[in-house]
């Protein structure tokens, strides 16, 4: 197919400049220039990487006589990183390596030379050659100045970097993050050097320079952007973990999404390694259930449910990623039949999406003509995708507005014109959907009658979100400082991620959240309450018990957030004492003071449940009457049920009522420990001092 007319113009545009850069174009055959005049008019990438870089022109004719080139990738990036002593020489190595292949992978795409498998197994293969090639690299330099890191028996230990998501599924986009999370077998210490380092440190160190290696922006751009958010705990956790430490983390913590990335995980580099087995043999219980899981079709519903409503909130109608019907559809179809019945059905535990999707037809989980819609749309969407990509470099999955783009796209596609492609677009994510709906459904919404009820479990669900948040608080609920909001959220977020939280725990805290967040902002002063209400969860959270207790009782969530946002020293003390949460459940008993008269009668009560020979219990419930009793005087107090100068005789009542049973206990324990005659001389001797 020709070059529309309308592209012909700036290819010829682009040649020139490319012609103006080198004026020998012996090596290129008429064939190759006919072809590269073509792609430069679609891709920005393959014009610019071939006009900064004269050694790739010159070599570039030359690299198109191959098919293939995925084979020899790391070896021939080792062989290039193998001279390089100083960190700024690997980097530049790195960088026109990547930018090299990459133009090639773009340039056999532009003009339809291989299948989409080829094409997404060669971005793969690439992406793992530059991060195993980098370990292998700073893995030396590394020892060479800490020493080798060994475990107890002295044997030298290596780092397994796990590559997530498409990368582990050898199907990366070309214009895409890397989801990495770095892990060792076993602590212990580096030998060989002068001074030993822990391998925990080491490792870390070992990251940090991967990651430097590949995400930071040079003169010669970047290689990938690297993204160790999927990693334990988040950007709160260690940046390296030892597999036990891996181990107890996804058995104690994980979460059903960590269940969903690690479908696709895969070791770089390192298949085969033992090492690698010993990893995989441990997560697998994780990942996929012995019994059959149904529980994971309302969580991957729950998921789709907060992707529609950013792309809403993002206006991302025309995203052939996140939109309905579109890639991302896909991929939870397929993860819903690997996490419900991969516990029992090895082929459904595959990473490749395609190949998924194979076995699901092959156990006739779906309809085979689903089954087809399902391939036929993906294939054409992750390709579609791919040159979105390949224009410029950039992480897009949406489609263009600018007419020319347009047309760029569309006769990559091998479209005559625009209408034509989103004509075959449409119909492959309608029927995508219609499968979607049919088989994981829409999220059963109680608030659809209340979009502001909508918006507080958004502000949850996207609670790691910066800027995200921010947009909800400022155009979907009209709070004040937004930002300000936005920063007391993500610390909690951030300090939760560091608390041990099991999964009853976790769920019941997901429920919570948005309850807490609409009694907030109920109220007129939620700048205050926010912060406050958040410590007193932050102090409580690991005690599943007392975060029941709020989500069961409505009425003591309410008194919660009243009383917090009335008051810093109640927020502070409820903090401090879980066990006065159980005063908010009767607003009644919590309003109402004890009667001034009735104080020092109340506290002997109390007393007398605890055997008086168990002076630690005494004591302790000494302490409990008082904060019980401070919090009822305050609440009546912020509820205008007392007037100032009747609160002051409460407080002095009381503190009489303490002081004297405080004097009674210790006299109790004189009299214990010395007897009662000897007690009453030693007090009579002091009364006289």
């Not at 990738?73 to 090299?100: I, P």
């Not at 030379?113 to 980098?134: G, K, P, Y």
């Not at 025309?318 to 019907?325: D, E, F, M, R, S």
């Amino acid at each position: 197919m020709q070059l529309p007319a309308e592209l012909q113009q700036s290819a010829q545009q682009a040649f020139t400049q490319l012609q103006e850069t080198y004026s020998d174009f012996s090596q290129w055959s008429e064939q190759q220039q006919a072809q590269l005049k073509q792609v430069v008019a679609m891709s920005q990438f393959v014009k610019d990487a071939l006009q900064k870089d004269e050694a790739l022109f010159q070599s570039f004719p030359e690299m198109l006589t191959y098919t293939s080139r995925e084979e020899h990738y790391r070896d021939r990036l080792a062989s290039e990183l193998e001279s390089c002593a100083v960190e700024a020489d690997g980097h530049r190595v790195l960088r026109r390596f990547r930018n090299r292949e990459m133009a090639y992978i773009a340039w056999r795409d532009f003009l339809n030379d291989w299948t989409l498998d080829e094409s997404l197994s060669h971005l793969s293969m690439l992406a793992e050659a530059m991060i195993f090639e980098t370990y292998q690299w700073q893995y030396k330099a590394c020892c060479q100045e800490w020493g080798t890191p060994c475990n107890s028996a002295g044997e030298a230990q290596s780092m397994l970097i796990i590559g997530m998501g498409k990368l582990g599924g050898g199907e990366l986009n070309f214009s895409s993050d890397i989801d990495l999370i770095f892990t060792y077998p076993e602590n212990g210490e580096t030998q060989g050097a002068r001074r030993s380092i822990a391998n925990a440190q080491f490792f870390t160190r070992l990251g940090q320079r991967i990651i430097k290696a590949l995400d930071q922006q040079t003169f010669d751009g970047f290689c990938y952007r690297v993204d160790m958010r999927l990693r334990p705990f988040g950007e709160s956790g260690p940046l390296v973990m030892s597999y036990a430490a891996l181990e107890d983390y996804y058995q104690e913590q994980g979460r059903d999404w960590e269940r969903y990335a690690m479908v696709k995980a895969r070791v770089m580099g390192r298949e085969m390694y033992p090492e690698y087995q010993e990893l995989r043999q441990m997560l697998r219980p994780f990942v996929f259930r012995r019994y059959i899981d149904f529980s994971a079709i309302q969580s991957l519903r729950r998921m789709k449910s907060m992707i529609s409503s950013e792309v809403r909130r993002r206006g991302l109608g025309n995203n052939i990623k996140l939109g309905a019907g579109g890639i991302r559809e896909v991929e939870f179809i397929a993860q819903v039949f690997q996490l419900i019945r991969g516990g029992r059905e090895p082929s459904l535990r595959g990473r490749g999406l395609l190949e998924t999707l194979e076995a699901i037809n092959t156990l006739k989980l779906l309809d085979v003509k689903e089954v087809e819609h399902l391939q036929q749309a993906y294939r054409f969407l992750r390709r579609q995708e791919n040159l979105l990509q390949a224009m410029a470099d950039k992480q897009t999955q949406t489609l263009p507005d600018c007419q020319s783009e347009q047309l760029k796209l569309a006769f990559a596609m091998g479209f005559e014109s625009w209408d034509a492609m989103l004509k075959q677009t449409e119909q492959h994510m309608l029927n995508v959907h219609h499968v979607f709906a049919n088989l994981i459904g829409e999220e059963e919404d109680d608030e659809e009658a209340d979009p502001i009820a909508k918006h507080f479990h958004e502000l949850w669900d996207m609670a790691g979100r910066e800027g995200v948040i921010a947009h909800i608080l400022e155009h979907d609920l009209q709070v004040e400082n937004p930002e300000e909001k936005q920063n007391v959220i993500l610390q909690f977020k951030a300090d939760l991620a560091k608390k041990t939280l099991g999964p009853r725990g976790r769920e019941v805290l997901n429920r919570l959240m948005p309850k807490i967040f609409s009694a907030i902002y109920s109220n007129k002063d939620a700048e205050f309450g926010l912060p406050r209400v958040l410590h007193v969860l932050h102090r409580i959270v690991t005690r599943t018990t007392y975060l029941e207790l709020l989500d069961e009782h409505p009425a003591a969530l309410t008194q919660l957030v009243r009383l917090c946002t009335a008051s810093p020293m109640i927020s502070e003390q409820l903090g401090r004492y879980p066990i006065l949460l159980d005063e908010l459940l009767d607003p009644a008993h919590l309003y109402n003071p004890v009667p001034l008269e009735s104080y020092k009668t109340e506290l002997r009560d109390y007393l007398a449940r605890i055997p008086e020979e168990d002076m630690e219990q005494q004591m302790e419930a000494l302490r409990q009457f008082k904060q019980t009793c401070i919090l009822r005087i305050a609440a009546a107090d912020i509820a205008g049920v007392l007037p100032v100068m009747k609160v002051s005789d409460h407080l002095t009542y009381l503190a009489e009522a303490i002081v004297e049973a405080g004097i009674n206990q210790a006299w109790q324990q004189m009299a214990a420990k010395y007897g009662e005659r000897l007690t009453l001389k030693i007090a009579a001797a002091k009364a006289l001092l």
